[in-house]
């Protein structure tokens, strides 16, 4: 009963930017963690920026520094900045929730279509 709507992804050369946005909306009581995952083929996903309700933030090793991660609370949204782009971050990139259904006391992960970012050398 979620819905996302993810955008910004793209191709750009080594040492560009982009921005990715992820707006989440359904049936949702409340999201406690937000942010985004990676995918390549062949690989498992990967988390790449995370951001809590307080605004607490994870980031992967590989793009410290060079990512940013922000959250609207009051509009379940969240914003992945990413500078410095490489190849290596090539990869389909999926918003991820974790949050409540009104009425519920368990949390329910969910995840995004995906965007892709791709990043020529």
């Known amino acids: 009963q979620v819905q996302f709507e993810e955008s910004g992804g793209g191709l750009v050369q080594a040492g560009g930017s982009l921005r990715l946005s992820c707006t989440a909306s359904?049936?949702?009581?409340?999201?406690?963690?937000m942010g985004w995952y990676r995918q390549v083929p062949g690989k498992q996903r990967e988390p790449v920026a995370l951001?809590?309700?307080?605004?607490?933030?994870t980031y992967a090793d590989s793009v410290k520094g060079r990512f940013t991660a922000s959250r609207d609370n009051a509009k379940n949204t969240v914003h992945l900045q990413m500078d410095s782009l490489k190849p290596e971050d090539t990869a389909v990139y999926s918003c991820?929730?974790?949050?409540?259904?009104?009425?519920?006391?368990?949390?329910?992960?969910?995840w995004g279509q995906g965007t892709q970012v791709t990043v020529s050398s």
């Open positions: 991820h929730i974790l949050y409540l259904r009104s009425g519920a006391t368990i949390q329910r992960a969910a």
């Open positions: 359904g049936n949702i009581f409340s999201i406690d963690v």
């Open positions: 951001i809590d309700s307080g605004g607490r933030t």
